[in-house]
């Protein structure tokens, strides 16, 4: 496709570092909201209760129809990623970095067989399952996203083509494209998923056919990058993430419909950062399970579990709050 640019929804300047720097890299995310309009303009007010800009955004958002905004140059720069890495180490891969929203509601709830955007059951956040991509198992925590519209892949490969072109960058991709590589691609020049630097996201949605179009559309090939060890016992491959996934949802199902709609949300948050447990001996009808920690970060399970409102917390026991 032609690639045509719309510049009529950009940053102001004391909204991102407009300083051009020298790029060397491309990150797709998507917005997990709205439209390209909803997400600038969410961009420029969320520092505003603080009078003091927060400097966060892309270079481009690509809308639902396929139309790439511009929302300042791309030599230019803002916080994109989140990194929790050095100072230094940070703000080098955060300044060569050219980001690419793509407008999507991403990951998707399901509750009692419907879909829900934003992790809210509401009938405001519900989303029509010809409208979402099954996974067929989670990933980070969701097994169904928004599915993106064939003009917003059409876009996204002219624009990364274009940018490879014009900035010189190289036509690579980390070769396992769902995995957490963390720091490991601090030096990576090429094209990269937000997914693979922040193990707690899962943008962009993880659909294969995306990355096998800019393999092909911009003429890209798979580099090899190891990537980071999971802390805890030995990985759990994705035959085995699957039973444990069935094997949870067999207990939840048979507690109260609320409580486990909880500790549901709680296995989702633990999966995102890589953490998993497995349930057992749930109370039936009841507000209570038991667990056993299988792998990840231990503390996160108690952690995320009172951040949920949780009542009762131990190493081997979860109790929701009743009513």
């Known amino acids: 496709m032609a690639l045509q640019i719309d510049r ?21 995310h998507h917005t997990a909201g709205g439209s390209a309009r909803s997400t600038i303009e969410w961009w420029m ?20 129809d396929g139309t790439i905004f511009e929302v300042f140059e791309p030599g230019c720069w803002a916080y994109q990623f989140g990194l929790d890495w050095t100072p230094a180490g940070r703000i080098a891969f955060e300044q060569r970095f050219i980001g690419i929203e793509i407008a999507s509601e991403g990951g998707l709830v399901e509750s009692n067989g419907k879909l829900y955007a934003f992790d809210r059951v509401s009938p405001r956040t519900e989303k029509l399952k010809q409208q979402a991509f099954d996974f067929g198992r989670p990933y980070r925590g969701y097994r169904f996203f928004d599915r993106y519209q064939d003009a917003q892949l059409d876009a996204l490969v002219a624009l990364i083509d274009f940018l490879c072109h014009r900035y010189d960058i190289p036509r690579t991709i980390p070769d396992r494209f769902l995995d957490y590589y963390g720091d490991h691609l601090e030096d990576f020049q090429g094209i990269i998923g937000h997914a693979m630097v922040r193990r707690d996201k899962s943008d962009p949605a993880p659909f294969e056919s995306m990355w096998q179009r800019i393999i092909r559309d911009c003429g890209a090939e798979w580099r090899h990058v190891s990537p980071m060890p999971r802390a805890g016992n030995p ?19 048979s507690m109260d419909v609320s409580a486990g709609s909880l500790v549901k949300g709680l296995l989702m948050e633990l999966e995102r950062r890589d953490t998993y447990i497995r349930l057992h001996h749930a109370w039936a009808g009841g507000h209570r399970v038991s667990y056993d920690f299988v792998q990840g970060v231990k503390r996160d399970v108690a952690r995320v579990a009172r951040a949920l409102g949780f009542q009762t917390v131990t190493d081997s026991v979860l109790e929701v709050r009743r009513g």
């Open 8 to 28: 009529s929804l950009r940053l102001p300047k004391h909204e991102y570092f407009p300083a051009v720097q020298r790029k060397s890299g491309i990150a797709i």
């Open 45 to 64: 007010q969320n520092g505003a209760h603080t009078g003091r800009p927060r400097m966060v955004g892309t270079a481009y958002v690509i809308d639902h």
């Open 235 to 253: 990985v759990l491959r994705s035959p085995e993430l699957e039973q444990l996934f069935q094997h949870n949802i067999r207990q939840i199902h």
